[in-house]
């Protein structure tokens, strides 16, 4: 009992840092709609990675390019290393040891305030902090696709205003990429 219970909670962490890849068929474009969403480790830089979906289309047979679009999060503050820049329009994946320059679209940015504050032996402190959401979009360029398949190292690295944020694909979240590159209808 003890050990089926373990194999349970193992399966259901490995599937939490994983992800899965979801597959719907889209009855009214009669296309087949394969994603993955996962946020990616954060290895470097003031950024917080929230979410990095993929997603690939397949009409008739045809394959789409891989869309990914990324959210992060960040907290403007002269301390983190983040200034409400958002992100810059270029961008670099990096396949095993294949640097390949990509354009960032759709770039976008939503800004929420929040005052925290500290009460106590008769004084008071106050702070009014924002926290960016920054959102852009890429496609994964057909010669990367090929690379990925085989790789066993993916990253990415963006930039707002000049300064870096490096993101590393998990063993586990790489091998689910692969699948979706790799993924066709019957």
Sequence with gaps: MRFSVLIIMLSFIVSCSTGSIAVKDDLFSKET?????KWHKVIEGPLDNISTKYTRYIKQGVKSPVIVELEFRALAHPMSGYHAENLDDSATILIDDVSIKIKI??????SSIFIGGIHGGGMSSFSINTIN?????????PDAESLLLNSKRFMLRVSTGGKF?????TEGQLEN???LLSASVQ
């Design 133 to 141: 959401h920054l959102y852009g979009k890429f496609i994964i360029p």
């Design 33 to 37: 709609v394969i994603t993955y969403d």
């Design 165 to 169: 944020t490096v993101l590393k694909a």
């Design 105 to 110: 679209q759709n770039i976008n940015k939503n």
């Design 177 to 179: 990429i692969k699948k």
